[in-house]
């Protein structure tokens, strides 16, 4: 039994029991791929929020869940979402009387729909790519997340609450801020895989291989990809308003932002999509810059392709959940100054030094390392000038408080 491809055979085992129509045959695959996909997911989803709160728990000192019990079992606390659902079910839905009620029960719905589209184009595993070999899987992956901001605006319009609709036009300046950043850093990798191919498989394809059969040739190993990285994780931290770019939903600035109106389940479904857009960004993070389902050495290929892309997405998880943790939640006027004069700025600039390593790629074997200290110097220099000018002439606020 080949475990690289057991999702494939079963698949196919389940669909050659069917009678041979074509299209009878493609809608149960395509059917039993979607319930699959929402399926692994969904857990995950369920898993990371008691996770999140286990770890937040210990990093500050105090415990998480830890006291759900199903028929006297308890395991952990890890029964937790569960309870949380049927909470969330049973609660009572409460809908402001002049709200638009289409739009407003259309959000959340909209909000979980946008966010799992992406998961159609990422490439799983070697023999699991869905739809991630088409050639525009990367423009598709963006117009699907770039939707998910139609249903805040949606949430903030309907709910009739000024408060609701300052938040969601606040969420939406901040979403289309760090948009153009996330975008940006992700061409180089198009560029420099075969034939500059919008195909996600032909990303990752482009990462195969190992340096003496250890060191993997992924993205992030690169001057410009590490860079590329660094500045994807933070734009993706923004994307998905997590802290130290919560404001979207910081209680402390405008009530619960564009989710005052909220209650019940359709409140949790937005933290639904939230979780769900973050894994998906997380994926393609992974994509991009490491590797993909590539093993990190070579005499690791046994494991199952699809096994070393779900394990990089839930580090990349983690490191969402660490940045909770660990830093504090920005002014609006730092988060935007910090999108538009620091990280599109150095994506620009990473773009061009990703087409100098393209253009050395042939250079002789003493000339690599002038290749490397070349791309490092382009790559640190400007970092290192625009993070000193960030603030230039923007001194600590002054607080006078009357006696």
Same mark, same amino acid.
């Given at each position: 039994?080949?475990?690289?491809?057991?999702?494939?055979?079963?698949?196919?085992?389940?669909?050659?029991?069917?009678?041979?129509?074509?299209?009878?045959?493609?809608?149960?695959?395509?059917?039993?791929?979607?319930?699959?996909?929402?399926?692994?997911?969904?857990?995950?989803?369920?898993?990371?929020?008691?996770?999140?709160?286990?770890?937040?728990?210990?990093?500050?000192?105090?415990?998480?869940?830890?006291?759900?019990?199903?028929?006297?079992?308890?395991?952990?606390?890890?029964?937790?979402?569960?309870?949380?659902?049927?909470?969330?079910?049973?609660?009572?839905?409460?809908?402001?009387?002049?709200?638009?009620? !289409? =739009?407003?029960?259309?959000?959340? %719905?909209?909000? +979980?729909? /946008?966010? *799992?589209?992406?998961? &159609?184009?990422?490439?799983?595993?070697?023999?699991?790519?869905?739809?991630?070999?088409?050639?525009?899987?990367?423009?598709?992956?963006?117009?699907?997340?770039?939707?998910?901001?139609?249903?805040?605006?949606?949430?903030?319009?309907?709910?009739?609450?000024?408060?609701?609709?300052?938040?969601?036009?606040?969420?939406?300046?901040?979403?289309?801020?760090?948009?153009?950043?996330?975008?940006?850093?992700?061409?180089?990798?198009?560029?420099?895989?075969?034939?500059?191919?919008?195909?996600?498989?032909?990303?990752?394809?482009?990462?195969?291989?190992?340096?003496?059969?250890?060191?993997?040739?992924?993205? !992030? =190993?690169?001057?410009?990809?590490? %860079?590329?990285? +660094?500045? /994807?994780? *933070?734009?993706?931290? &923004?994307?998905?308003?997590?802290?130290?770019?919560?404001?979207?939903?910081?209680?402390?600035?405008?009530?619960?932002?564009?989710?005052?109106?909220?209650?019940?389940?359709?409140?949790?479904?937005?933290?639904?999509?939230?979780?769900?857009?973050?894994?998906?960004?997380?994926?393609?993070?992974?994509?991009?810059?490491?590797?993909?389902?590539?093993?990190?050495?070579?005499?690791?290929?046994?494991?199952?392709?699809?096994?070393?892309?779900?394990?990089?997405?839930?580090?990349?998880?983690?490191?969402?959940?660490?940045?909770?943790?660990?830093?504090?939640?920005?002014?609006?006027?730092?988060?935007?100054?910090?999108?538009?004069?620091?990280?599109?700025?150095?994506?620009?600039?990473?773009?061009?030094?990703?087409?100098?390593?393209?253009?050395?790629?042939?250079?002789?074997?003493?000339?690599?390392?002038?290749?490397?200290?070349?791309?490092?110097?382009?790559?640190?220099?400007?970092?290192?000038?625009?993070?000193?000018?960030?603030?230039?002439?923007?001194?600590?606020?002054?607080?006078?408080?009357?006696?």
């Amino acid at each position: 039994m080949d475990l690289e491809t057991l999702p494939f055979d079963i698949l196919a085992w389940c669909v050659a029991l069917l009678p041979e129509n074509e299209w009878l045959r493609w809608a149960v695959s395509s059917l039993v791929a979607i319930i699959a996909i929402l399926s692994v997911f969904g857990l995950t989803f369920a898993f990371l929020t008691v996770t999140e709160r286990k770890l937040l728990g210990r990093f500050q000192n105090r415990y998480g869940p830890n006291r759900v019990r199903v028929f006297g079992v308890r395991v952990f606390g890890f029964f937790q979402p569960f309870a949380d659902a049927v909470k969330a079910l049973t609660k009572e839905d409460v809908v402001p009387f002049a709200a638009d009620k !289409v =739009l407003h029960f259309a959000a959340p %719905a909209a909000m +979980v729909a /946008f966010s *799992v589209l992406g998961f &159609a184009v990422l490439p799983f595993g070697r023999e699991l790519t869905a739809l991630g070999g088409m050639d525009a899987a990367l423009l598709y992956f963006f117009a699907a997340g770039a939707a998910s901001e139609l249903a805040i605006f949606m949430a903030g319009w309907s709910s009739t609450n000024k408060y609701s609709l300052v938040a969601a036009m606040r969420a939406l300046a901040q979403l289309v801020s760090y948009e153009l950043p996330l975008l940006l850093v992700a061409v180089p990798a198009v560029l420099l895989a075969t034939g500059g191919s919008l195909a996600l498989t032909d990303v990752v394809e482009a990462q195969g291989g190992w340096l003496g059969g250890v060191i993997p040739q992924w993205n !992030v =190993l690169t001057p410009w990809g590490a %860079a590329g990285a +660094v500045i /994807f994780f *933070v734009a993706a931290l &923004a994307e998905c308003n997590r802290c130290p770019f919560d404001l979207p939903e910081g209680e402390s600035e405008i009530i619960a932002g564009y989710l005052t109106e909220y209650s019940g389940f359709k409140y949790a479904m937005f933290f639904m999509g939230e979780y769900f857009g973050m894994a998906a960004l997380s994926g393609l993070g992974v994509t991009l810059f490491f590797g993909g389902w590539q093993a990190p050495c070579e005499f690791l290929q046994f494991v199952p392709s699809y096994v070393w892309f779900y394990g990089k997405t839930i580090l990349v998880l983690l490191a969402f959940m660490w940045m909770r943790a660990t830093l504090l939640r920005l002014r609006m006027d730092q988060l935007m100054r910090l999108a538009w004069k620091f990280l599109v700025p150095l994506a620009l600039w990473n773009l061009g030094v990703a087409v100098f390593w393209s253009l050395t790629a042939q250079w002789n074997a003493p000339a690599q390392i002038v290749r490397w200290a070349l791309a490092a110097a382009f790559v640190l220099a400007p970092f290192l000038l625009l993070g000193r000018n960030l603030s230039a002439g923007l001194g600590p606020r002054k607080y006078k408080f009357a006696e």
